[in-house]
């Protein structure tokens, strides 16, 4: 049975296709490639930079992709499971890039000696850390809400195993798979810039690659050249907007549950694409090939034959089978957990080192950063979405817009805004709000215009019968309205903004480094060669304590109360 | 003559409707039937005016009356009913006019817009969207005429199987 | 008549935040090889819960289920379910959505497609084969789910208010047509157990009607019901059932 996932599948190929077409073509010039050990930051470089860093992301989201759908699976199917992964997905995703360092190099890099290779698994490594978790929680968001009936449904029909996850949960969880995929593609590239150069104990790797690229630049104060690592970076993120999101999130609408109109217009290029005729004879002869390959009774993935293998084992076997697997499983964990814990044990044996009781005072200072940025933000975005959620036409606008101005790496502008802020009192500090500001804003924007675009015509037009207008008609119902999709996007906001810390708070710009107290800086000066690992763990154990303490007795009471109080029912 | 645009609702619910009436001795005043159905009056009046369109029932003077077809179609099986409700569906202006433009085009199908855009020009006071999921739905009834949103092709219904 | 299903003390508890709730208490209940047997009660009673359970789809707190005199362990694959809600997947045509236990039973593509084109036809769908159920009006989508449900040709069928969900003339137009199905000869499928809040739907498809009383769902009455078929829905002996199986509910 086919549903078309093939046609998507074909799409996405050709793109890539033509888009791996282009990356040879560039590669091409691979004579220009630095020796290893020197980046420079020079023009003629940037095309081999850009294509050498969409190959990292690409790699990085396929792993991510690998990772997500079979986490929110069993996170979703399995209650025990759920209990263990879902707060370890909460935990996951409050920990900086930053802090993902020391697994990446312990695991790649000193694993290969250093070599090339090491350092661009680490690399991929760091991106997938940007990536993955997003996408994970969406697969388990999109299966939880998979209707009863659905289940029941299939269940009746006998359905169940490989056919259920291929006719029921993959499908149910597309759209959620690419809308977050937008994301966390966003995010990839928003902190590439961290995951380019790697501090190996006394010394740095970097790769060539679009992150390096800019992060050089900006430390040379070449703002030519940052601005125009910028503009390339744009160019690729709005083609993969135009070519690849668009029709993807097009053809996803077809996966939706509820029968109301669609928000998406269609794409006109998915539509051109099923026009094309070459297209349609690609995909005709690989259909034949396909059923070529099926007649030879050639198998090349027999999930189907194994799952019914193990569901036609008697209840005893499969139970010790079960059990086997879930035992070893653990003791692996447990293993790995005994060894990350003495490790830290060992990092973390006192004395600690004297800049430990700047940990209390740093953390005050951003989280005061934070909610400077978090203000500023609100002013603007709410004005904003208000207005564009009650208009199509703005809407359609200011959604693409907004996800490619959240791609870029804002701490690349920062010569531009070092430069402007370095001639005051407190520049610093103002450049390093307005960086958090680029890492939190937009969370917030996606969710408000959401919210504001979900609220029911007849509600709008009722208070507009009230002749409620501007500010009565917004408190009395746009405000409430939008509350829970306020709330939503704060606490993505405040988890954009807690990892963009560690990029803003200590700036490196024209061979100088302009930092202020903070718990990025904190977190960055463990990195600078030769290192201080104890230090880096602290920092990086009490920023985590502090995000998780924040979610659950702030964030989390705000939501529930939002939600009850203001959910629109229908 | 104009041509007639299609009331945007169901053959079911036509066929429920001969089927009520049948109840009632095969005729009953409009009013009363939207009372007794809990219906609202102007969503019955659609029913009404589709079962009109397809000799059903006719209108005397407020009330609705069943036609010997519309008595016929409840007393027969499936494949007549459906057989019965194509041949009526072909004599409306809006079928002829579709089919005429599906048979003329090149392997008998053509992009879901052409026909909307047709639709616009021939009834310009409706809304095409609306004329067009009416027109599909019946046209897919009496496997008249087709729709693929896979690729986005409207398709003549070839009639090959004969159960 | 043997029966084909036997319901003995059945007991369903669900576990509440403010203690156990007992959603059906001791419920016994023969249903006849060839009958069509209607269950109503009000809204909340476990009329659900109860059909869930017949399927094998939720199991029992307490009690013994049996299909054709053995004792039910599981999904009994020789029932066929129809929906309220229609359940229907979304992404998958109305052909690919009645392949789907098809499928499942290991068919060969030929035979499943086969087999579906002949309950889509049997139900009235043929010429939407390649439509998706949100292009569908409510009576269409639910022939759907009809035809899903007998296209693996099950012994009994379980209908969960199947026609709640539609208007007054859609849901007469269907209730009419599977009458005409349940009377086709060619039909494997002569049990139907159906589930409803309309007391008119009982007495106009049911041999038999048992009535339910809520907190906790308990078998009220169970009454044979002798109108002859067609049956005459305006007709004195039908109102004054009608008025009887009501007044047994409230
Ligand atoms: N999974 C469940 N957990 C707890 N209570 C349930 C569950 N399913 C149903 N119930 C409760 O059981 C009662 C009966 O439900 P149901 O069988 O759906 O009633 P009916 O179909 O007669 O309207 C209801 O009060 C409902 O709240
Ligand atoms: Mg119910």
């Known amino acids: 049975m086919k549903f078309s996932f093939t046609q998507a599948a074909r799409y996405t190929a050709l793109v890539l296709l033509v888009l791996a077409g282009a990356v040879l073509l560039v590669a091409g010039g691979v004579r220009y490639l630095p020796a290893r050990g020197e980046m420079p930051a020079e023009v003629r470089h940037l095309p081999v930079y850009a294509a050498w860093s969409f190959l990292r992301m690409l790699i990085a989201y396929f792993f991510a992709l690998a990772f997500s759908i079979p986490y929110g699976f069993l996170a979703a199917t399995n209650k025990r499971a759920e209990k263990v992964l879902l707060p370890l997905l909460d935990i996951l995703q409050s920990v900086p890039v930053l802090g993902f360092f020391p697994a990446a190099v312990f695991f790649f890099v000193s694993l290969t000696h250093g070599s090339r290779l090491g350092v661009e698994m680490a690399s991929i490594f760091l991106i997938f850390t940007s990536q993955a978790w997003n996408i994970a929680f969406g697969c388990y968001e999109a299966l939880t809400t998979i209707p009863q009936d659905s289940f029941d449904a299939l269940a009746s029909q006998g359905v169940h195993g490989w056919q259920r996850f291929r006719i029921l949960y993959l499908p149910a969880c597309v759209p959620k798979l690419v809308y977050n995929s937008i ?372 964030w989390r009471r705000m939501y529930n109360w939002a939600a009850d109080l203001y959910k629109i029912e229908y | 003559m104009p041509i007639e645009p299609l009331p945007s609702t169901g053959i079911s619910k036509v066929l429920g409707l001969c089927e009520i009436l049948d109840d009632h001795q095969g005729k009953e005043d409009v009013y009363r039937l939207a009372q007794d159905l809990h219906m609202p009056f102007g969503e019955l009046l659609l029913v009404i005016k589709g079962a009109e369109m397809l000799g059903m029932v006719e209108t005397p003077g407020g009330d609705a009356v069943l036609t010997p077809l519309g008595k016929r179609a409840l007393e027969s099986s499936m494949n007549e009913k459906k057989a019965l409700l194509r041949q009526a569906m072909l004599k409306l202006k809006v079928f002829q006019h579709v089919l005429k433009l599906l048979e003329n085009a090149q392997e008998n199908e053509v992009p879901a817009e052409v026909i909307l855009e047709e639709l616009a020009v021939l009834l310009p006071q409706e809304q095409p969207r609306q004329l067009f999921t009416t027109l599909l739905n019946w046209g897919r009834y009496g496997e008249i005429f087709g729709y693929s949103r896979d690729t986005d092709q409207f398709y003549l219904q070839k009639p090959e199987k004969t159960p | 008549m043997p029966a084909i299903i036997e319901l003995e003390h059945i007991t369903k508890i669900y576990p509440r935040p403010e203690g156990e709730s007992q959603i059906l208490a001791d419920v016994s209940l023969e249903v006849m090889d060839g009958e069509v047997l209607a269950v109503v009660g009000p809204s909340g009673c476990g009329k659900s819960t109860l059909l869930r359970i017949i399927h094998g789809l939720i ?104 026609f709640s969900a539609l208007d007054a003339l859609t849901s007469i137009n269907l209730r009419e047509e599977l009458i005409d199905l349940w009377g086709d000869p060619a039909l494997p499928v002569d049990t139907i157990v159906i589930v409803t809040h309309l007391i008119e739907e009982a007495v106009e498809l049911a041999d038999r009607i048992v009535v339910l009383a809520s907190n906790p769902g308990r078998i009220v009455e169970s009454i044979k019901v002798e109108l002859p078929r067609p049956r005459e829905r305006k007709s004195p002996e039908f109102s004054a059932l009608v008025d009887r199986v009501f007044s047994l509910i409230v």
């Open chain 1, 183 to 554: 994301l966390s593609w966003a995010g990839g590239w928003y902190f590439l810039i961290a995951c380019e150069i790697i501090s190996i104990g006394p010394t740095e790797a970097a790769l060539p690659g679009l992150g390096s690229f800019l992060k050089r630049a900006a430390a040379e104060g070449r703002v030519g050249l940052t601005l125009t690592g910028i503009a390339v970076l744009i160019a690729i993120v709005v083609a993969m907007h135009l070519f690849i999101w668009r029709p993807l999130e097009s053809w996803s609408e077809k996966f939706r549950y509820e029968f109301a109109a669609s928000t998406v217009a269609p794409s006109r290029l998915l539509v051109f694409y099923r026009e094309l005729r070459l297209v349609a004879y690609i995909g005709r002869t690989a259909r034949r090939l396909a059923a070529y390959v099926a007649r030879q009774k050639i198998r090349l993935f027999p999930p189907r034959q194994v799952i019914a293998d193990l569901e036609a084992l008697p209840p005893l076997w499969r139970r010790i089978v079960g059990r086997t697997i879930g035992i070893l499983a653990s003791a692996c964990a447990l293993y790995i957990l005994v060894r990350a814990g003495m490790a830290l044990v060992v990092v973390l044996r006192p004395p600690w080192p004297h800049q430990a009781w700047m940990i209390p005072a740093a953390l005050g200072a951003s989280f005061l950063r934070l909610l400077v940025a978090y203000i500023l933000a609100l002013a603007w975005t709410i004005p904003v979405a208000v207005w564009a959620g009650n208009r199509p036409r703005a809407m359609r606008i200011v959604g693409p817009f907004a996800q490619i101005a959240s791609s870029v790496p804002a701490t690349s502008l920062f010569p531009l805004i070092v430069m402007f802020a370095i001639h005051h009192r407190g520049g610093t500090n103002i450049a390093a709000v307005l960086l958090v500001l680029t890492g939190m804003q937009w969370y917030i924007l996606f969710n408000l215009l959401a919210g504001v675009h979900a609220i029911p015509g007849d509600l709008k037009e009722a208070t507009r019968s009230l002749g409620l207008t501007g500010w009565r008609a917004f408190k009395t119902l746009t405000l409430p309205a939008m509350l829970p999709s306020l709330i939503t996007g704060s606490i993505t906001g405040w988890g954009g903004g807690w990892n963009a810390l560690i990029l803003s708070e200590y700036l490196p710009y024209a061979g100088k480094v302009y930092s202020v107290l903070g718990i990025g800086t904190l977190l960055q000066e463990a990195t600078v060669p030769p290192g201080n690992q104890a230090m880096m763990v602290l920092s990086l154990v009490a920023m985590v304590v502090v995000i998780l303490l924040l979610n659950r007795f702030f």
């Open chain 3, 59 to 162: 199991p029992p707190s307490a009690g013994v289920v049996r299909f054709a005199g053995r004792a039910q362990d599981g999904i009994n694959l020789s029932c066929g379910m129809v929906f309220q809600s229609f359940a229907l997947l979304p992404w998958l045509t109305v052909e690919q959505n009645v392949m789907v236990g098809l499928e499942a039973r290991g068919l060969d593509d030929e035979t499943c497609r086969k087999r579906a084109m002949k309950y889509i036809d049997k139900v009235g769908l043929d010429g939407n084969e390649e439509a998706y159920p949100r292009e569908l009006s409510g009576g269409m989508k639910q022939r759907v789910g009809l035809a899903r449900a007998l296209a693996v040709e099950p012994k009994v069928l379980l209908m969960d208010e199947p």
